[in-house]
């Protein structure tokens, strides 16, 4: 579904992701791990256009997005940071990207799973962190698309929050949808991912199962598995 060729880009001297190679099939949950600072988001980003790649393709269902942009409509994404208008109610914002997008959505069971009723009034730039992390998720949950692509979903939720999710995740991927999924916190990524992609030093440094990777670290911890390829120690 997803075809990486040899993906460059650097911003001003610092080069980010050096001939990333890469393919996604369809269907599963694929973590995108690596270090702070190691790309992931860039790579996200290139994915949905939002960065423009110095070198490199990509292809989306064989078809090549460079100079595309109608693709987009059947990616639902959430953004690490959400920049929401502080100055509009929750209500508001999610009428309005219903209306932007103007394809079928279902939001009030979403908003009701994470009991986000007594906030539909408030102001955004009046929610707490973990408040506006739900409604970036409503937002994201809302419409019906093939590829999920979640930056850092379980930022700031709480432990009934983060069982919504990993609930909503596994709901979606019954249906056959694909998503991506970086995460810092090994736990989370450990319980949902199919399969692992790790980044360091702008390229792919591991791509396989998490029985794949504790052999090749023979480290049956996950978190010290991790920690071990991190640590090129491998
Ligand atoms: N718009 C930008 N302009 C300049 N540099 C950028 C820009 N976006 C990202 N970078 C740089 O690219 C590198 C990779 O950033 P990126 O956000 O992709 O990392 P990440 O793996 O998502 O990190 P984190 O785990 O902290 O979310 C960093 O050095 C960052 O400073
Ligand atoms: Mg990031």
Do not use: C
């Amino acid at each position: 579904m997803i075809q990486i060729q040899e993906l460059h880009k650097r911003f001003s001297k610092n080069k980010v992701l050096i001939g990333v190679d890469l393919e996604i099939q369809n269907g599963g949950i694929y973590a995108i791990l690596g270090p702070n600072g190691s790309g992931k988001t860039t790579l996200i980003k290139a994915i949905l256009g939002m960065v423009l790649p110095n070198k490199g393709k990509i292809h989306l269902n064989q078809k090549d997005i460079k100079n595309q942009w109608k693709y987009r409509e059947n990616i639902e994404y959430l953004p690490q940071i959400a920049n929401f208008p502080g100055n509009l109610k929750v209500s508001e914002l999610i009428k309005m990207i219903i209306d932007l997008r103007s394809k079928p959505s279902s939001s009030d069971e979403l908003i009701q799973r994470f009991g986000l009723e007594p906030f539909l009034d408030k102001k955004l730039n009046t929610l707490s962190g973990g408040t506006k992390q739900k409604v970036n998720l409503v937002l994201t949950f809302m419409f019906d698309s093939p590829l999920i692509i979640l930056d850092e979903p379980t930022t700031g939720l709480d432990p009934i929050a983060l069982l919504t999710l990993k609930e909503l995740i596994a709901q979606e991927k019954k249906k056959g949808k694909t998503f991506l999924i970086t995460s810092h916190i090994m736990q989370f990524v450990e319980e949902v991912a199919d399969e692992i992609v790790y980044l360091l030093e702008g390229q792919i440094y591991f791509k396989g199962t998490i029985e794949e990777l504790q052999n090749l670290t023979h480290k049956t911890n996950f978190e010290h598995a991790i920690a071990a390829l991190t640590a090129q120690n491998v």
